[in-house]
Structure formats: structure tokens, C-alpha cells
């Protein structure tokens, strides 16, 4: 069985709860059983337990967080027991949109409570989808008539889905979908993000790749949409045809871990499985470390930017330059590089700049 957990957010009147209807129709055609997790706010604001009745804000998000994190582990309990070979579960919000709605003292008060750390909260989905608010580029179309929960002015939910876009940010499979296009063609955009990471019809990554001046390190880490990412990748004894590594991700001792195997289709574009695999599982791999590569050490900063979603690439033996990296839902997908980044050259093609030949020993 093939369990996909997946989390829909955005700011307050984003097209969620149209999109849930579309994502159901989309993807049971596809052959999956679709399930919901609904949202946790509204079930609970609905039936009186809100911020302002609970006894401090801090009170409230615990409560939200704790029921939410118990539905989704039940949701997957009862997925298991299903006769299904691709089931999606979808999160209407997940873990961390609740450090929007809260300061940094009473997220970090949160986590301690449920014995949690913000790594694993946030890499825990398989991917996020992010719906920009309707207040953004779309304020005509803006209200709260339709959720007794959405209470926020034009300019609170700009605000907030800010907050809810750097909450998520960092996570290695984030998306923004914003409102460039009418209604309609948003959900369709949504469905195409969602069905280009289940890898329907075919896994493949699409990616350009922009070799760049060392940035300024300060600079970023000072971007409330800027998150920082330390990555150890130990390429794996393959065949020519395909290339497998590990990679440990997280920062501050909080780390999640990947297995991943690519092979090139044609330049920017590539098949690729990627699997969650625990610790210990992680640990056995690096026995079937390639023994002609080092393993790559880097810190990525992951960095949201006109709704869209760069890696830039830091590495301890470059001291005058970087990597950049976006991925494409198409090949010829338009997009702007940020005004504060300098391109050196596209390297999407070379091969000198793959991860795996910077590798080689």
C-alpha cells in the first residue's frame, strides 16, 4: 500500500474547501482513495473552544495541536486497515499552520507540551500545498460571510497567509499557488502541483538549477520566509542507469530522512522516487555507501519569494559561490529570480555541478 500524506493551507478564504471537493474528484479518477482530515480550528471555534474562551491563547493551541496531531495518527491507523493500493490523505491545514496564530514563546511552550520538535512537525507530511487568500491579488472576491471562524480584516488575512507561507517554509516539498490566474485555473494549478508530486502519470522532477555568487548569508537568515536547512547526502552502489542516495535533513539535532532514486530523462527533466525511511533505516543504507563519492555536506536555505519556492545550495569548500534551484511543474514554466541573488550561469545541464560528481572522490 502506498499512504501519501499531504497538507492543503493557505490564508483565510484561499478556495480550501472547493479545492477538497476538486482534489476528491481528481484524484479518485486516478485510482485513489482519498481521505480527509478536517479542519481542527473550525471544528473546534464551532463548538465554543476558541482563543478568546480558553483561558490564554497558549491554552487553545494546545488543545488544537493535540487533536489535530490524534486525528491524523487515527486517519492513518484506519488508512492501514483499508483495501486500497494508493490512498491520499489530505489535511485541511496541518501541525504548522497553528505557529501562525501564535508567538514564539507560545509555539516553543506548545511543542514542549506534546514533547515535539518543529522538524518533525513540518516534515512529517509527505508535501504542502499553500492557496494564497483572496485578499491577495483578488480582494474583490474576499469574505468571511461563508466560515463563522474567519473573522480577519483584508489586511489581517495578507498578513496572516505571510505568516502561514514561513511557517511551512523549509519543508523539502512546498508549493505556493497564488492568484495570477482566475479561480478556476488556480484549482487546476492545484491539481497539477499535487498530481506532479504523486508522480501522475510518471514521477518526474522537473528542476533548473543556476550556478550563483555566495550570498549574503546574513541577509537571508534575517527573511521571516527564509529557513535554514542542513543537509548530509551519501550517494548509494547503483547501476549507470540510475542514481540512489540518503539524506539526512533538519538543523538544530532535529533531523528526518530520505531515500531517493533518479534517473535522467532528458536535461532538466528526471524520474524520481523518494521514499521517508526512519533512523535506523538510514543508518543501514550508509553500509552501501558508493566507496569513489564523499558524502556532500551543505546548508540549503529554502526561500519563498514571489510565490515561489528556491533552494539555494552553501557549501563548505565554496567560499565564492553557490547553488540555486527551483522546481518546475513544466519545462517551460516562466519564473523570476530573486533581485538579491546573482547569477553566475544556468547549470541545469552541466554536469560538474550535480551533486553526485561534486561528490566523486
Not at 474528484?25 to 464551532?46: C, N, Q, R, W
Not at 492513518?76 to 491545514?93: P, Y
Not at 515535539?116 to 474583490?140: C, M, P, Q, S, W
Not at 551533486?355 to 572522490?361: G, H, M
Request: proline content about 4%.
Amino acid at each position: 500500500m502506498q499512504i501519501t500524506k499531504i497538507v492543503i493551507t493557505g490564508g483565510p478564504c484561499a478556495g480550501k474547501s472547493t479545492a477538497m471537493t476538486r482534489i476528491q474528484d481528481a484524484f479518485k479518477a486516478m485510482g485513489y482513495t482519498v481521505l480527509f482530515v478536517p479542519e481542527t480550528a473550525t471544528e473546534l471555534i464551532s463548538g465554543g473552544v476558541a482563543p478568546w474562551t480558553c483561558g490564554t491563547n497558549a491554552d487553545y493551541q494546545k488543545c488544537q495541536m493535540q487533536l489535530q496531531l490524534e486525528k491524523e495518527r487515527i486517519f492513518r491507523q484506519a488508512a492501514l486497515t483499508m483495501n486500497a493500493e494508493k490512498l491520499l490523505i489530505v489535511c485541511d491545514r496541518g501541525a504548522l499552520d497553528n505557529k501562525a496564530y501564535m508567538t514564539e514563546a507560545e509555539f516553543a511552550s506548545v511543542l514542549d507540551s506534546i514533547n515535539a520538535n518543529e522538524i518533525e512537525l513540518r516534515d512529517g507530511y509527505d508535501a504542502v500545498f499553500h492557496l494564497v487568500t483572496a485578499a491577495k491579488g483578488a480582494a474583490e472576491f474576499y469574505t468571511t460571510a461563508n466560515n463563522q471562524a474567519r473573522t480577519e480584516t483584508v489586511e489581517q488575512a495578507i498578513a496572516l497567509d505571510d505568516k502561514l507561507v514561513s511557517a511551512w517554509t523549509g519543508h523539502p516539498h512546498f508549493r505556493v499557488i497564488d492568484n495570477s490566474s482566475d479561480f478556476e485555473t488556480k484549482l487546476k494549478r492545484l491539481i497539477a502541483e499535487i498530481s506532479a508530486f504523486l508522480g501522475e502519470p510518471e514521477p518526474l522532477e522537473i528542476e533548473r538549477k543556476f550556478l550563483i555568487e555566495y550570498p549574503d548569508i546574513t541577509y537571508l537568515e534575517s527573511l521571516p520566509n527564509c529557513e535554514k536547512v542542513e543537509i548530509i547526502q551519501t550517494y548509494l552502489k547503483s547501476d549507470n542507469d540510475s542514481e540512489i542516495r540518503v539524506r539526512q535533513r533538519g538543523s538544530n539535532g532535529n533531523y528526518v530522512y530520505f531515500r531517493t532514486e533518479k534517473r535522467t530523462v532528458s536535461g532538466a527533466k528526471r524520474v524520481e522516487i523518494e521514499s521517508r525511511i526512519t533512523k535506523d533505516e538510514y543508518l543501514t543504507l550508509l553500509m552501501e555507501a558508493s566507496p569513489d563519492r564523499r558524502p556532500i555536506r551543505k546548508t540549503r536555505y529554502c526561500l519563498t519569494c514571489d510565490n515561489r519556492y528556491f533552494e539555494i545550495d552553501v557549501y563548505p569548500n565554496w567560499s565564492d559561490k553557490a547553488i540555486l534551484e527551483i522546481e518546475l511543474a513544466s519545462v517551460d514554466e516562466e519564473f523570476v529570480i530573486p533581485e538579491a541573488i546573482r547569477v553566475i550561469k544556468e547549470v541545469t545541464d552541466d554536469p560538474e555541478y550535480k551533486n553526485s560528481s561534486l561528490a566523486r572522490i
